[in-house]
């Protein structure tokens, strides 16, 4: 896996978590199951998870995805009460993967999830990155052509911040 497929499933994962709610429709896009294998694959890949880990930190992911997509649908357009449940149940669900983790494996996790929190935070500022597959049909050739002039002044920009050529 190369480091765009890695980024990109850790976006997904994170967004999978109680930072969603600061997005009306974000995340419901797919289902609670596959949001649980997102974050499992992850775990395994970065934590280094043995089979049997893998089995229970599935389990786990699974039910309060499921759980997290209920309270979504229960409370929506109710940030603030969204936001406090969810904020509990990520609390319920760090306790029990607590339990099948090692401490090393714990803060490896922590840690992760901070990287995607900063990645998140900084596509929030930058916007978000350009797409990894070319663009669809629907798009206009000009709309693609501005991107790409758009995409050269920025780089001609960065690598010449003073504006002297």
Do not use: C
Not at 44 to 61: F, G, H, P
């Amino acid at each position: 896996m190369n480091n765009k497929h890695i980024f990109w499933l850790a976006v997904g994962i994170y967004i999978a978590g109680s930072e969603l709610i600061a997005q009306p429709e974000g995340g419901r896009r797919i289902s609670p199951e596959q949001r649980a294998e997102q974050q499992t694959a992850l775990m395994k890949e970065r934590l280094v998870l043995s089979d049997a880990q893998v089995a229970k930190v599935q389990e786990i992911n699974v039910k309060y995805a499921r759980q997290m997509q209920e309270v979504r649908q229960k409370n929506e357009g109710d940030w603030e009460a969204m936001r406090a449940q969810l904020m509990t149940l990520r609390q319920a669900q760090d306790q029990e993967l607590q339990t099948v983790l090692t401490q090393e494996q714990w803060q490896q996790w922590l840690a992760v999830r901070e990287e995607v929190r900063g990645r998140r935070d900084n596509w929030r500022m930058s916007g978000p990155p350009l797409p990894v597959t070319p663009p669809s049909e629907e798009q206009s050739t000009s709309e693609s052509k501005e991107r790409k002039k758009k995409e050269r002044k920025n780089r001609s920009r960065d690598a010449n911040p003073n504006g002297n050529r």
